[in-house]
């Protein structure tokens, strides 16, 4: 009984020695999710855009998709880091994994993985709780959005990622993983890569009924849709502008805008 005891004992002890307590979280998302989960405060250091909740805005930068300053990282003296496999650059990554330092790769691809990230980092920091509750509000609610959308009418949409140059997305990007729920049909779902530059004549020959565009913050040169009369969404003035953050960091946030995105488009049905 006592040697039964001892071992649930060294156990539990090396269960807690091993939470991570120093987390370096290398994007915007991946603080997102810690702090979904209960794991905010673990935080010693992140990149660049990573701006919530408000309390994100006060952890200390150390580099961008661009980069990271390794020696400013180590400075830290992380016992986790946190890295977007997608997002951040490939060296980097290469060269937290021969410093030693204990790596966890996110690397979302469905929506289904936000809960998966979730769950995953709620285990390496000791808040599996807290992670399971929030993995299993997210998947209700997702589960929830599609239902109710799954037998809506399609409607023709191009979805502007930015203006100069005009680039949309297409398969294999995160964007179009969140669009067949709302039942939007991309209309350059078929482009030869996931982010193409597309070109003005492109966007009236596939005659989108609705534009879906995201604030370009420092972009002087936003598009003025106006001049094309000719594309049905400009004709019937069905051009909307959303969050891109509500969207594009794969958090349990982006269920704020999946509802969004699908209530635009209710609207957009109602004109046609």
């Known amino acids: 009984m006592r040697w039964c005891c001892l071992v649930l004992l060294m156990f539990s002890v090396s269960a807690v020695a091993d939470v991570a307590k120093r987390i370096v979280a290398l994007s915007p998302h ?47 003296a992380p016992d986790l880091v946190v890295v977007w496999g997608d997002g951040n650059q490939a060296q980097d990554i290469a060269k937290i994994r021969q410093l030693g330092l204990k790596l966890y790769v996110s690397e979302p691809h469905t929506l289904q993985d936000v809960a998966k990230d979730l769950r995953q980092l ?46 949309t997305v297409a398969k294999g990007s995160w964007m179009q993983q969140l669009l067949p729920v709302c039942r939007a049909d991309n209309v350059f779902v078929d482009a030869a890569n996931a982010y193409p530059q597309v070109s003005l004549e ?13 604030a370009e913050t420092g972009n002087a040169q936003a598009l003025n849709w106006q001049q094309w009369p000719e594309i049905p969404a400009v004709k019937k003035q069905q051009i909307y502008t959303i969050d891109a953050d509500l969207l594009q960091r794969p958090t349990p946030r982006l269920l704020q805008g999946l509802a969004q995105l699908c209530q635009i488009l209710d609207q957009a049905r109602e004109r046609h």
């Open 30 to 76: 991946t603080v997102e999710l810690l702090y979904a989960i209960g794991a905010g405060d673990a935080i010693v250091a992140t990149t660049d855009f990573a701006d919530y909740p408000e309390a994100a805005k006060q952890i200390p930068r150390i580099g961008g998709n661009y980069g990271i300053q390794l020696d400013k990282l180590l400075a830290y």
């Open 122 to 167: 709620g285990k390496l920091t000791g808040h599996e709780v807290q992670a399971e509750q929030a993995a299993a509000a997210y998947t209700k609610q997702l589960q929830t959005i599609q239902q109710q959308n799954a037998s809506k009418t399609p409607i023709k949409v191009f979805y502007q990622l930015w203006s100069n140059p005009l680039m």
């Open 202 to 214: 492109a966007v009236l020959l596939r005659q989108p009924q609705v534009i879906i565009r995201t």
